[in-house]
DNA sequence: ATTTGTGCAAATCGTTTGCATCTGA
DNA sequence: TCAGATGCAAACGATTTGCACAAAT
């Protein structure tokens, strides 16, 4: 409870009631895949009153200020990660569930040497899976 | 050229002008990674009349034949890619130009196991790089 | 003649922003 | 008190779609 104010202030964020909200949904409750749309129908489930913008501005915040990550998806929606570690996800088409995967799959010693004045910033990794077919 | 129709009948689309002439821009010069919005631009500049949503269409029309990939990138942009074999990119950040992998990063004798009833159906790599700080 | 493609403008979807109003330190 | 947050609605940018017209088989 109070590591969330503390997190939200260490992080130069107050403690709002909308913040700390959504930071307990969150942080409440192991690693986490959501997407705003998402985040904001559990608020209001949870009887947070919040409107969807404040939603999207939390999550960014806390994007910038490193509680969150976010994750290199293509398609339209944006997906934000409680989970900091380094580390990569299977992605199911249809229901758009991330799942993490259990362990590194780049070979690290085979990194490509970047074009000249660049660096790496990092390196996103997406698993699809389809339905199997019988 | 006439590889270029015998391509789009083979996948079942009729040759049309925009689609040769798109067709043409895509696959006349080696690997390309193109945005609609930059294949309409060079479309016009080619003196091709087309509208936007052609160039949109047909771009999806391709990728379902066969003939390209999407790239998965986060953010807004939808990428295509006339190299259709198995390879990964690195993207920079400010500029959002994507240039090939030269090898491949994944360890395929790592893979995990997909859920269950679930198989893989494709990895998405993407290497971001940033301006190194001098 | 029939089917398929094209162009335009309007519609959609996720996300961001401007601004007036509230709230927490 | 007063900077910083919130909510709403309008703005946005990429993409899709509906429909009348045009082109290909």
Redesign the pocket.
């Known amino acids: 409870m109070h590591d969330l104010?503390r997190k939200l202030?260490d992080a130069?964020?107050?403690?709002?009631?909308?913040?700390?909200r959504?930071g307990w949904l969150l942080f409440g409750s192991g690693d986490r895949h959501v997407?705003?749309?998402r985040l904001f129908e559990e608020a209001l489930a949870a009887r947070?009153?919040?409107?969807?913008?404040?939603?999207?501005?939390?999550?960014?915040?806390f994007t910038s200020a490193g509680l969150l990550r976010e994750i290199a998806v293509d398609?339209?929606?944006?997906?934000f990660d409680t989970n900091l570690s380094e580390h990569q996800h299977f992605l199911t088409e249809e229901a758009q569930i991330l799942i993490d995967l259990p362990q590194q799959l780049i070979d690290m010693s085979r990194l490509p040497e970047p074009p000249e004045g660049m660096e790496i910033a990092r390196i996103d990794v997406v698993v699809r899976l389809r339905r199997k077919k019988v």
Request: proline share 6%.
């Open positions: 104010r202030s130069g964020l107050r403690p709002t009631r909308q913040r700390l959504l997407t705003a749309e947070t009153p919040i409107s969807l913008a404040t939603v999207y501005n939390t999550l960014n915040q398609g339209a929606k944006t997906y």
